[in-house]
T-cell receptor, first 116, second 113 residues
């Protein structure tokens, strides 16, 4: 079974530029998460989707971050404009189903963003 | 509000030593789930275990064991006879309902040969 795919793996941009990250969850997984992991810290939720609806985006800096989940499958996370403090690893995760038995979240390899 | 505390920032042991990673959590919910994840140098988070709040039985999986105590709000993780391949950052996490994970700050384990 293929895991969670993310691209790109690395990205370096200058502050005030825009950037987008892509995530393809495990096939059949209805719930998708984007986490931000700053160096030396644990991952922090940015947004949670159930199919193509947003469940929780309370910690998403909406003035600069946006996310969508196309047709309830792939998802993109965008930052516009980027700030230095956005330098982090952006992790995508998916889990089976809102009403499913399995609560395990499976994580992708992450995208490491450096803002200079 | 939920919170997970991993007070040990970094632990260094010599191969074959036993090591325990501490995790203390805070939640007002009666139903919740606790997790441990491993993050090796490659960066990908690897699921290790999930426990629900109603199951306080300890669990053993090979060299890994977990001790869940609701009375002290702790969910500690022990590696027996550590190996160099165990070197990684380990995260404890808490989930309420079917929501996202709240992670601790992680414990970096270095196992020296």
């Amino acid at each position: 079974e293929a895991g969670v795919a993310q691209s790109p793996r690395y990205k370096i941009i200058e502050k005030r530029q825009s950037v987008a990250f892509w995530c393809n969850p495990i096939s059949g997984h209805a719930t998708l998460y984007w986490y931000q992991q700053i160096l030396g810290q644990g991952p922090k939720l940015l947004i949670q989707f159930q199919n193509n609806g947003v469940v929780d985006d309370s910690q998403l800096p909406k003035d600069r971050f946006s996310a969508e989940r196309l047709k309830g499958v792939d998802s993109t996370l965008k930052i516009q404009p980027a700030k230095l403090e956005d330098s982090a690893v952006y992790l995508c995760a998916s889990s089976l189903d809102w009403a499913g038995v399995s609560y395990e979240q499976y994580f992708g390899p992450g995208t490491r963003l450096t803002v200079t | 509000a939920q919170k997970v505390t991993q007070a040990q920032t970094e632990i260094s042991v010599v191969e074959k030593e036993d090591v325990t990673l501490d995790c203390v959590y805070e939640t007002r919910d009666t139903t919740y789930y606790l997790f441990w994840y491993k993050q090796p140098p490659s960066g990908e988070l690897v699921f290790l275990i999930r426990r629900n709040s109603f199951d306080e039985q300890n669990e053993i999986s090979g060299r890994y064991s977990w001790n869940f105590q609701k009375s002290t709000s702790s969910f500690n993780f022990t590696i027996t006879a550590s190996q160099v391949v165990d070197s990684a950052v380990y995260f404890c996490a808490l989930m309420r309902g079917r929501r996202a994970l709240t992670f601790g700050s992680g414990t970096r384990l270095q196992v020296q040969p």
